[in-house]
């Protein structure tokens, strides 16, 4: 009997939630949140069979800011619920990464900063 065996390792990352309609912790604007697992995980045959090195992060959508989230309450998102996240206890990693492009606040989409008006609903940007 001929046996191929074809595993590995690898990372891989998932977004597991979107919070609307908070204050980023970084810059202070209206923004949100995205909270993004990232793991490593071995697979066999392409199948992943178990994963460790979880953590959990967040994405500011205004300002480009990353931080890591306390474990609790990332698994509080992956399990569907929606806890409020506490500034204190984020450690942010990256920040103003977003420096040519701006999110316009009423219809949530991104444009370059030379504008004065959201292309797409024409608000005023402050």
């Known amino acids: 009997m001929f046996f191929i065996g074809v595993f590995g390792v690898n990372q891989g990352q998932k977004e597991i ?7 980023c912790a970084f810059c202070g604007h209206l923004t949100r949140y995205r909270i993004i697992k990232t793991y490593t995980y071995f697979h066999i045959f392409f199948i992943p069979t178990f994963r460790w090195h979880v953590r959990y992060f967040v994405k500011s959508e205004c300002c480009g800011g990353q931080a890591e989230l306390d474990r609790e309450t990332g698994e509080r998102f992956a399990r569907g619920e929606s806890p409020s996240i506490d500034s204190q206890k984020l450690s942010w990693t990256g920040g103003q990464q977003k420096t040519q492009e701006r999110i316009c606040r009423s219809c949530g989409r991104s444009f370059d900063v030379d504008f004065q008006y959201c292309p797409y609903c024409g608000r005023p940007l402050d």
Request: charged content about 0%.
């Open 17 to 23: 939630a979107v919070q609307n309609n908070v204050t």
